[in-house]
Nanobody, 117 residues
Framework: QVQLVESGGGLVQSGGSLRLSCSAS????????MGWYRRAPGKERELVAA?????RTNYADSAKDRFTISRDKTTVYLQMNRLNPEDTAVYYC?????????????WGQGTQVTVSS
């Protein structure tokens, strides 16, 4: 199993920056990819960015050129620059693992990001 704990959310003014962190514990070697999703009020949860164990990244169009995802062995980061009010959401860390042939999806508890205009 994999456990995820996010940190780094908060309140920031439009145009500001935040860095989210997600620390993974458990069977780290089973993780194939990690990423960040978000759910804004009244909207569905959506992918923000993801990174595979070999470093391939994928970004939502809204995150390209503003957000950067990176990771080390146990932690995935999301550097968010030029934030705007539309980025206000609960951000969830995600990990996709594979163990004994079974694929599993893991989620953190979420961290609130609020961008004021």
């Amino acid at each position: 199993q994999v456990q995820l704990v996010e940190s780094g959310g908060g309140l920031v003014q439009s145009g500001g920056s935040l860095r989210l962190s997600c620390s993974a514990s458990g069977i780290i070697s089973s993780i194939k990819a990690m990423g960040w999703y978000r759910r804004a009020p009244g909207k569905e949860r959506e992918l923000v960015a993801a990174i595979t164990v070999d470093g391939r990244t994928n970004y939502a169009d809204s995150a390209k050129d503003r957000f950067t995802i990176s990771r080390d062995k146990t932690t995935v980061y999301l550097q968010m620059n030029r934030l705007n009010p539309e980025d206000t959401a609960v951000y969830y860390c995600n990990a996709e693992s594979k163990l004994y042939g079974s694929s599993l999806t893991h989620w953190g508890q979420g961290t609130q990001v609020t961008v004021s205009s």
